[in-house]
């Protein structure tokens, strides 16, 4: 006999085996299945509610010296962007006293208090603080605040290079002092209103769907991604079955743990799909939905989720190993891959790792396969 033809008799063989795990397997996948399904409907709607958002309310008070027109105006810009109206309710106060008193009724979250000469400040680089005020308050407003108004700062201080340089054109080609003065003004306000209108401050992003999807239905893929990497405890003997003694007795016929791997690794795609089958059905009963191609969309991702667990069981050797590396291995993928959070709510860092690591990849898969295109 050949390596090849032993090595197919060796799957023949594991296939014959898997039929005493083939109950265990349906059993095992509905029940992780619905416990994961619990654990997806509950972050899917109290921790981001589709179709809701919150209004910060933030009272400033804008002192009136000789700088009012510019920060009225800087003011006027910021209160004007979509993003800003989305987000906040900006509400000015005439007198410092009125301002503590809103926060202090909790009429308003954060009280900010433009200093005198604010903006001739930020041009001459003394740079005068906000005074930020808040209530015992610690959510996302937090913030929205310090972007809304530190953003303004910068920008100013763009502005500031700006003139300067504006400015410092003029006097290099001797322009008279009285037509620097009169131009400063305007130049003044030209940069502010270009730095301005450049950008918004705030970045919205959308968390109620991901990939196309609604959030109920990819924490719904997720966690059949999920029930999939975790039904490999009940099959993890299966895997570890092949004793050194047998496999030395394999080694005299050619067969090596490259056979052994490919035998095992083929053998549990269709392991996968038996269990696949189940969630397939119930899931497309519960949705009121049936995608036939999802029969087929979904076998690479069984092909993958197949791979990784039987590299991790060749490389752990034993069964408690390969379980806790599987279970931690499924929370790392399925958290970058955004199966946990949606990615607008991970940070940078997470997401920039999202399309390297296959969780993405599957959940997009599996929620094809169950709710089509």
Known sequence: ?????????????????????????????????????GAGYLISKYLYKEGTSTIVKVAYYLPDDADAKFNEFGLRMITGLEGTKEVAELIQVDTIDEGYELLEKGDVIYYIIVPEMFFSGIMDSTNPELTILFRDNSNIGSYITNELFMAYARYLGTAQAGVYSALD???????????????????????LDRSLNKDNYLNKQDATSENGF?????????????????????IMPYLQGIKKGTKLKLSTFGINE??????????????????????????????KTFNPLGLFIIVP??????????????????????????????LI?????????????????????SSLLPGEHLIKLISTALFGA
Request: charged share 5%.
């Open 333 to 353: 993928i399925a958290y970058v891959g955004g199966g946990i959070l949606p990615q607008a709510m991970l940070p940078s860092a997470i997401s920039d790792l």
């Open 301 to 330: 991702a069984i092909l993958i989720i197949s791979l990784i667990v039987n590299i991790i069981s060749y490389v752990c050797q034993n069964e408690f190993t390969s379980n806790m590396v599987i279970l931690i291995a499924t």
């Open 169 to 191: 054109t003029l006097r290099t080609f001797d322009y008279p002092a009285e037509t620097i003065s009169n131009a400063q003004d305007y130049v003044n306000m030209t940069f």
């Open 214 to 234: 609604t959030l109920l239905q990819h924490y719904t893929a997720s966690a059949l991604m999920i029930s999939l990497f975790f039904v490999f405890f009940v």
């Open 258 to 287: 490259f056979h052994i791997f490919m035998a095992n690794f083929l053998s549990c795609i269709p392991a996968l799909y038996i269990a696949f089958i189940p969630c397939y059905i119930s899931l497309s009963i519960l949705y």
């Open 1 to 37: 006999m050949t390596s090849t033809h032993i090595t197919f008799r060796l799957f023949l063989t594991n296939l014959k085996r898997l039929k005493s795990y083939i109950v265990q397997i349906i059993l095992s996948i509905v029940i992780i299945l619905a416990i994961c399904l």
